[in-house]
Nanobody
Framework: VQLQASGGGLVQAGESLRLSCAASGSTFRRIVMAWYRQAPGKQRELVASISNGGSINYADSVAGRFTISRDNAKNTMYLQMNSLRPEDTAVYYC?????????WGQGTQVTVSS
């Protein structure tokens, strides 16, 4: 499984971005898809996840502002990020667990200026 994240960039506080994560390879028995982020000097943290059954979870810090979704036909996952804040600045990584194996994308930088 290969994951390709895109959509990051530099925006001002209050603006929006949409991240995409395109998966290639066999995703049979995919369990969960998720977005993580890592800010400089901080540990990687879970931002949002969506299970194969459709259960969705968000970190408290992004709930109400971010929306995770997927297009199974395109094998692509999205993260719509609204009302961005400077503290959302980080490298965002997409993640999928397929057949109990973790796969990571290369990361896309999101920078929010105040």
């Amino acid at each position: 499984v290969q994951l390709q994240a895109s959509g990051g960039g530099l925006v001002q506080a209050g603006e929006s971005l949409r991240l995409s994560c395109a998966a290639s390879g066999s995703t049979f028995r995919r369990i969960v898809m998720a977005w993580y982020r890592q800010a400089p000097g901080k540990q990687r943290e879970l931002v949002a996840s969506i299970s194969n059954g459709g259960s969705i979870n968000y970190a408290d810090s992004v709930a109400g502002r971010f929306t995770i979704s997927r297009d199974n036909a395109k094998n692509t996952m999205y993260l719509q990020m609204n009302s961005l804040r400077p503290e959302d600045t980080a490298v965002y990584y997409c993640n999928q667990v397929v057949n109990f194996v973790n796969y990571w994308g290369q990361g896309t930088q999101v920078t929010v200026s105040s």
